[in-house]
């Protein structure tokens, strides 16, 4: 995820002079700074002395560890890209409060197409907040949200949802093969529609509703598929499924303040 971050910002002309990367893995290091002409120190404490803003890219297992062995300063940013992290477990472990923007981004980030929620405490400034939105703009679109509780909903939405994407695009490939397609054929065609359905969907003024309705026809294909979907509670299941990763967002939350 660092990567793509870094990636994104030097294609949107961000100046690589002014970005600096700590790994303990030196050959990770060797290839950032040769792929992007950034910079890199030598430890994480070494580059929060040289940094505005302090990128926290690594698992949330790890989190702990690496908050506790840093000295964050007055006027400094922490943007956590940790999933499930709340500013209190955060602000816990570097044993003071500071400046913390929380960010949920999701896979397609990978390829600058990400859909980022990001959520600011009270100690970050609108300076602080610009810097935050640039960082993640870098890799996609991104929206604020004012309750930190919001970024629960925000992961099952955005943060797993390319997987609901994923899941479906496997069945209508699979269905597709099924019925006679080859393999090549049927996945191109699932996931050319699955672009065109979402680009449709952003540059159209109707509702998602609205949009599937003009596409069904009474007594037609679409109609015939849908019904046989909502036969077996499509739209439910899937509402339920976003549900059940929320409750999950928010346990998760706890056992990792716990950890
Ligand atoms: N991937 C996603 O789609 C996604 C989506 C939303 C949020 N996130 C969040 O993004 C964060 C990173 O995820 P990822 O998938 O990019 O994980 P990743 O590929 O494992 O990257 C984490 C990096 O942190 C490095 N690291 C480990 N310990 C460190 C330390 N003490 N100091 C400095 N660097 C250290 C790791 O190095 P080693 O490999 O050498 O240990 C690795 O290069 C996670 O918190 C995750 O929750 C990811």
């Known amino acids: 995820m660092a990567t793509a971050l870094i990636g994104g910002l030097c294609e949107s002309n961000f100046d690589p002079a002014q970005l600096y990367v ?23 404490q070494s580059l929060v002395e040289l940094s505005d803003v302090i990128v926290l890219a690594v698992k949330p297992q790890v989190m702990k ?7 964050i300063k007055n006027g400094q940013l922490l943007l956590s890209i940790a999933a499930g992290l709340r500013c209190d477990s955060l602000q816990s472990w570097l044993g003071e409060e500071c400046a913390i923007v929380r960010s949920m981004p999701n896979t397609p980030a990978l390829v600058q197409c990400g859909a980022t929620g ?30 930190e509780t919001q970024l629960d909903t925000v992961t099952a939405v955005s943060g797993s949802g390319p997987a609901y994407f994923f899941y479906m695009m496997e069945a209508i490939e699979a269905a597709g093969i099924e019925l006679g397609l080859s393999v090549e054929t049927s996945r191109a065609l699932t996931l050319q529609t699955a672009l ?21 026809s009474p007594g ?21 499924a976003v549900n059940a990763a929320y409750k999950r967002s928010q346990t998760l939350a706890i056992e990792l303040a716990d950890s």
């Open 118 to 147: 990001l959520y600011a405490n009270k100690k970050v400034s609108d300076q602080q907040r610009q810097q935050a939105e640039q960082i993640m703009s870098a890799v996609g679109m991104t929206i604020w949200v004012e309750q």
């Open 65 to 71: 560890s690496v908050l506790q062995s840093l000295l």
């Open 22 to 44: 700590a790994d303990p893995d030196n050959e990770k290091i060797r290839t950032l700074v040769a792929s992007f002409g950034i910079n890199s120190c030598a430890n994480n």
């Open 220 to 240: 037609g294909t679409t109609e015939a598929a849908i019904n046989t979907m909502q036969s077996h509670q499509g739209l439910d299941s899937i509402k339920q």
């Open 196 to 216: 065109g359905a979402a680009k449709l969907a952003i540059e159209a003024e109707e509702s998602t509703a609205q949009l599937r309705a003009r596409v069904t």
